[in-house]
């Protein structure tokens, strides 16, 4: 399924013997778009206060009562490697998670837990609580959905608007599109965006830079957030950009949400 990044904001966050805390926010590759980390919120009873749980570690979204399942038990999240929020996140740190863990660094997503390992596992030194200085001068592939909600975009040949939200893909935890909000700029629509059209992201400036022109993008058919996000739109929207193509099957009454599919040739 898809869900906007923000809905899962406050879900509870919950181990094999209880909970451990709330979801707070997503640290995403922007090489592979991948979900890296899931940034939970653990209150008072870790003195970190924070901490970065793997998306392998998800078994089961439970959309009713808003919880995501962990396969983890709440001594293994207590004695995991310490995570400073107003640190960086470095490689090392990363390695020491994966290590404690036993997970791989090279997972490539899966429906809960099940993804494979391959692809490169990119150096990153992105702080939990937003941006590093090593990340502005451009040595981190990690970025935080929460930072970079917000950021201006720019087409090739001028500003268009700003990221609203990012759309996630339950069944691989990747971000499947950008939602951009055009109001400044082309009344009242919003455009959704692939991971492909874009083209760098720029910490200083906070912008997002695409490959596609103010003219492609205003021809590009519109996307209504109440909506469901179907088949039949997704076939349009990416027959209209020429992006390869990744349908959902049909999900009536799930609003924004669809259940993922294979790309298709």
Request: proline fraction near 5%.
């Amino acid at each position: 399924m898809l869900h906007q990044a923000q809905d899962f904001k406050g879900f509870s966050v919950e181990a094999t013997d209880g909970k451990i805390g709330t979801v707070s926010n997503f640290l995403f590759d922007d090489s592979t778009w991948k979900l890296r980390w899931l940034v939970v919120d653990t209150g008072t009873w870790l003195e970190s206060r924070q901490i970065l749980i793997h998306p392998s570690s998800i078994t089961k979204l439970d959309l009713p009562v808003r919880a995501l399942l962990l396969n983890l038990t709440i001594g293994e999240v207590e004695k995991s490697p310490s995570i400073d929020k107003d640190e960086p996140v470095s490689q090392q740190m990363e390695y020491n998670l994966y290590g404690y863990y036993g997970m791989s660094p090279l997972w490539t997503g899966g429906t809960y837990g099940n993804g494979s390992a391959s692809g490169p596992f990119a150096s990153s030194t992105m702080s939990v609580g937003g941006e590093s200085g090593m990340a502005r001068r451009g040595d981190a592939h990690l970025r935080s959905v929460a930072e970079v909600t917000g950021y201006h975009i720019k087409a090739t040949d001028g500003a268009i608007g700003h990221i609203e939200s990012f759309l996630i893909d339950d069944a691989g935890w990747d971000i499947r599109y950008l939602v951009a909000d055009t109001r400044n700029w082309w009344f009242g629509q919003h455009v959704l965006l692939a991971p492909s059209s874009v083209r760098e992201i720029i910490w200083d400036s906070h912008e997002v830079c695409l490959n596609l022109t103010c003219y492609k993008i205003k021809g590009s058919p519109p996307w209504n957030a109440s909506g469901l996000l179907d088949r039949a739109y997704e076939q349009l929207l990416h027959a209209y950009y020429g992006w390869p193509a990744r349908f959902l099957p049909p999900q009536p009454g799930v609003g924004t949400e669809g259940k993922a599919d294979a790309d298709v040739p």
